[in-house]
C-alpha cells in the first residue's frame, strides 16, 4: 500500500459538517436498570430486507461499554425544539435520568425521551471496528413516529439549524 496523504483533523470535521444530518440520541438499559444515553448524529438506515439501522459511538464515550454489551437499544429522533436534551447527551456530565421525561417503549428496556419526532426500537444485531468509534448495527423491532407535524433537529455547520418553512424547490 502506498503511503496515504495526512488529513488535517480541523479540515475533515468542516468538510464534513457541510453536510447536515439529523440529531438523535441513542439509549439502552441493562438488566440491572441501568441507563446510558449519547447524542448521535451518525445514524442512519442500513437494510430494509432485513429492516437494519446504523449509528457509530466514540470509543471514548462514557457510555460506550454499555452499548458494546446491550442488548437491545433505541433511537430518539430529537425536535427542532430538544436542543436542551440533545446538549445534556453530548455531554462527558452524567445523565440526569431522574429529572428528564420519559416513556417506555413496546420492544425493549431502552427509555424512550418524550417530545422526539420519532423513534425505533431495536435489537443489537452487530457491532464492528471503525478507527476511533465502533459502528453498531440494530435490527428494527418496532417505529413509531409522534406526529407529522413535528420537525426534526438538524446538526449542520458546527450548528443545529431547523428546516425551512415548507419551502420546495
Known sequence: MTDLPAIDPRAY?????????????????????????????????????????QFSLDKSANCHQQFVECAHFSINILAEDQTDVSGIFASKKDRPWEELSLKAGEHCTAPLLEGCVAYIECAH?????????????????????????????????????????????
Do not use: K, Q, W
Open 13 to 53: 470535521r468542516d468538510t464534513l459538517g457541510r453536510m447536515p444530518t439529523g440529531v438523535t440520541i441513542i439509549t439502552t438499559c441493562d438488566a440491572t436498570g441501568f441507563r446510558a444515553g449519547a447524542t448521535v448524529g451518525s445514524f442512519s438506515s442500513l437494510s430494509l430486507d432485513p429492516p437494519l439501522v
Open 125 to 169: 444485531e452487530a457491532t464492528y471496528p471503525g478507527g476511533d468509534h465502533d459502528i453498531f448495527v440494530g435490527r428494527v423491532l418496532g417505529l413509531r413516529i409522534e406526529g407529522l407535524d413535528r420537525r426534526p433537529m438538524l446538526f449542520f455547520g458546527g450548528a443545529y439549524r431547523r428546516l425551512d418553512n415548507d419551502v420546495v424547490g
